[in-house]
Nanobody, 122 residues
Framework: QVQLVESGGGLVQPGGSLRLSCAASGSIFSINTMAWYRQAPGKEREWVATITRSGSTANYVDSVKGRFTISRDNAKKMVYLQMNSLKPEDTAVYYC???????????????WGQGTQVTVSS
């Protein structure tokens, strides 16, 4: 069984910073790409950022470019999202996503965390 557990969310003032963490655990053979998504109230889930297996390449939705940074620690099976210059429109539940294999012959499959709330408000 695989679990992705996010942490680090909370309430922050506009212009502030937060660092989200996501830990993968369980029966994991290999992890490929890792990503962050978010879902604001009344809106569909939105892709935020993705990082490749090696960590050498990251991509971001235009609205967070220059403010958010995704990173990962493969030894710890963790992915992070450093969020700076936060805006009220960044308020959402943030979800961790990982494409991984539970065994050498199972193929890649996407897993999701339960989400962590980020609220940007004065």
């Amino acid at each position: 069984q695989v679990q992705l557990v996010e942490s680090g969310g909370g309430l922050v003032q506009p212009g502030g910073s937060l660092r989200l963490s996501c830990a993968a655990s369980g029966s994991i053979f290999s992890i490929n790409t890792m990503a962050w998504y978010r879902q604001a109230p009344g809106k569909e889930r939105e892709w935020v950022a993705t990082i490749t297996r090696s960590g050498s390449t990251a991509n971001y939705v235009d609205s967070v470019k220059g403010r958010f940074t995704i990173s990962r620690d493969n030894a710890k099976k963790m992915v992070y999202l450093q969020m700076n210059s936060l805006k009220p429109e960044d308020t959402a539940v943030y979800y961790c996503n990982a494409e991984l294999m539970t065994d050498y012959n199972t193929g890649w499959r996407a897993y999701w965390g339960q989400g962590t709330q980020v609220t940007v408000s004065s």
